[in-house]
T-cell receptor
Framework: DTGVSQDPRHKITKRGQNVTFRCDPI?????LYWYRQTLGQGPEFLTY????????KSRLLSDRFSAERPKGSFSTLEIQRTEQGDSAMYLC???????????????FGSGTRLTVV | QQQVKQSPQSLIVQKGGISIINCAYE??????FPWYQQFPGKGPALLIA???DVSEKKEGRFTISFNKSAKQFSLHIMDSQPGDSATYFC????????????WGAGTKLIIKP
């Protein structure tokens, strides 16, 4: 296991198009998180899954955003009708149930950089 | 609203010098104080963390110190190296959440050779 994997690493899309990102967490981790990070800022929480259940969604996650984790393993984040303001790095992280996510079990992927033109 | 205030926003240090980054918090409902390190094009990675029952923790060249009365915790990088050039975030998890981290604004550290 090489850690949290995200695909693609980079995505350029035209405004109004739909995009989907994938995250493969560390295999034994049952918690999965999506964050968004813009240049020069800290990550902003988007949503959180425990197994396949989406337990929390940020108000930042508008109706155009949807996340799934159908089998409790990988997750997808879809953005519909993309806007220029959606341009950001989308980070995925995972942790294990027995550890507080703020502690050692929180592992980030390298992110997907989205550019909306 | 729980907040953390991180300073400075950017820092340039000569190779071999000491880098110091500070984080102040406004809410006492934290029981774990981590620093994350992020290189360009990568996600953040936990660097070092401290619990409030100790005032200092050292791991190699990295030291984290905690001042409970001042509600501050700091990262010190001794003998700073060019490879330490990165953005550093404090990101404590609030005690009333089992998934959130409260992120500081970040400090961009540049170590000049």
């Amino acid at each position: 296991d090489t850690g949290v994997s995200q695909d693609p690493r980079h995505k350029i899309t035209k405004r109004g198009q739909n995009v989907t990102f994938r995250c493969d967490p560390i295999s034994e981790h049952n918690r999965l998180y999506w964050y968004r990070q813009t240049l020069g800022q800290g990550p902003e929480f988007l949503t959180y899954f425990q197994n396949e259940a989406q337990l929390e969604k940020s108000r930042l996650l508008s109706d155009r955003f949807s996340a799934e984790r159908p089998k409790g393993s990988f997750s997808t984040l879809e953005i519909q009708r993309t806007e220029q303001g959606d341009s950001a790095m989308y980070l995925c992280a995972s942790s294990s149930r027995t550890q507080n996510p703020g502690h050692e079990g929180y592992t980030f992927g390298s992110g997907t950089r989205l550019t909306v033109v | 609203q729980q907040q953390v205030k991180q300073s400075p926003q950017s820092l340039i240090v000569q190779k071999g010098g000491i880098s110091i980054i500070n984080c102040a918090y406004e809410n006492t409902a934290f029981d774990y104080f981590p620093w994350y390190q992020q290189f360009p094009g990568k996600g953040p990675a936990l660097l070092i963390a401290i619990r409030p029952d100790v005032s200092e923790k050292k791991e190699g060249r990295f030291t984290i110190s905690f001042n409970k009365s001042a509600k501050q915790f700091s990262l010190h990088i001794m003998d700073s190296q060019p490879g330490d050039s990165a953005t550093y975030f404090c990101a404590p998890p609030p005690m009333d959440s089992n998934y959130q981290l409260i992120w500081g604004a970040g400090t961009k550290l540049i170590i000049k050779p």
